[in-house]
Nanobody, 128 residues
Framework: QVQLVESGGGSVQAGGSLRLSCAVS?????????MAWFRQAPGKEREGVAS????????YYADSVKGRFTISRDNAKNTLYLQMHSLKPEDTAMYYC????????????????????WGQGTQVTVSS
């Protein structure tokens, strides 16, 4: 049973920082895989934030977070991270980590339908 468990969300003021974590367990189909962070604000569609391939480390960021967010992973701990700086009120959303086949990390895009496993989400609230 593949499980993704996010943690680290919370409430911060604009300009603040948070680090999200996503612990992955039970995935035995491949040594390497594509992992990503998505977010969804109330009334809006799920939006891709960043992805990383756990093999080569290839990374892709959505334009909205470039220069402010950093995605990383610790393969030994099977954990994905999202370090967020200079947070803005528009970053307020439920943040989800997702896992997919390695090939979907090869393109410069983030399509939620291509990811096969999802965490339950962690709320990030940024006040002005």
């Amino acid at each position: 049973q593949v499980q993704l468990v996010e943690s680290g969300g919370g409430s911060v003021q604009a300009g603040g920082s948070l680090r999200l974590s996503c612990a992955v367990s039970g995935y035995t189909y491949s040594t390497y895989y594509c992992m990503a962070w998505f977010r969804q604000a109330p009334g809006k569609e799920r939006e891709g934030v960043a992805s990383i391939y756990t093999g080569s480390g290839r990374i892709y960021y959505a334009d909205s977070v470039k220069g402010r967010f950093t995605i990383s992973r610790d393969n030994a701990k099977n954990t994905l991270y999202l370090q967020m700086h200079s947070l803005k009120p528009e970053d307020t959303a439920m943040y989800y980590c997702a896992l997919g086949e390695p090939t979907i990390c090869s393109g410069d895009y983030l399509l939620p339908d291509e990811y096969i496993r999802w965490g339950q989400g962690t709320q990030v609230t940024v006040s002005s």
